[in-house]
């Protein structure tokens, strides 16, 4: 999945801030975000388009959809909804860690937070959520879901309740 590409000229306005001496007066939180598209501008130099494994794995009833991206949660809850079967646990950051794929929502005008901020660890493209989603469901979908097993019934009770958990409240 590609990553989303700075502008050259806001890299520069970074390089240029984390450049800067020690006793500069910069705020922490901006000097941060500068630090980590310096560090994705060299990232993409080198890796302009992230491997993303997408995995499938059926144990009966129960699917496990794996990928390697701390992925929101709507998207699990779409492949929890979505999907054949009556059990389906998504799995974040399996097999490597592409960072965090937030939703398109999350990264329009009304998103925001730390995990939507281009960074060398939120990086992929908008569309890389749905990307990832799609290829699941269509991994799912080729799956047939096992039997979800009964279990047995328990006996009975027979003999007295615990007393020390049997008793009324007291106000007094």
Do not use: H
Request: hydrophobic share 40%.
């Amino acid at each position: 999945i590609p990553r989303r590409v700075p502008k050259p000229e806001r890299v520069a306005r970074a390089r240029a801030l984390v450049e800067q001496p020690d006793d500069a007066k910069v705020d922490p939180t901006e000097w941060t975000f500068a630090k980590e598209l310096v560090l994705l501008d060299a990232r993409i130099a080198r890796e302009p388009v992230a491997p993303v494994e997408v995995q499938a794995i059926q144990v009966g009833p129960a699917v496990f959809l794996s990928c390697p991206a701390e992925y929101f949660v709507d998207y699990g809850l779409e492949l929890k909804a979505a999907g054949p079967f009556p059990v389906t646990f998504p799995v974040s950051l399996a097999n490597d860690c592409v960072g965090y794929v937030p939703t398109e929502d999350a990264l329009g005008p009304r998103g925001g937070g730390y995990e939507t901020r281009l960074t060398s660890y939120s990086n992929l493209v908008p569309s890389a959520g749905r990307t990832i989603c799609d290829a699941l469901q269509g991994l799912a979908a080729g799956m047939k879901p096992g039997p979800v097993p009964a279990a047995a019934q328990a006996p009975p009770f027979q003999g007295q309740p615990w007393s020390y958990g049997n008793l009324p409240p007291e106000l007094d």
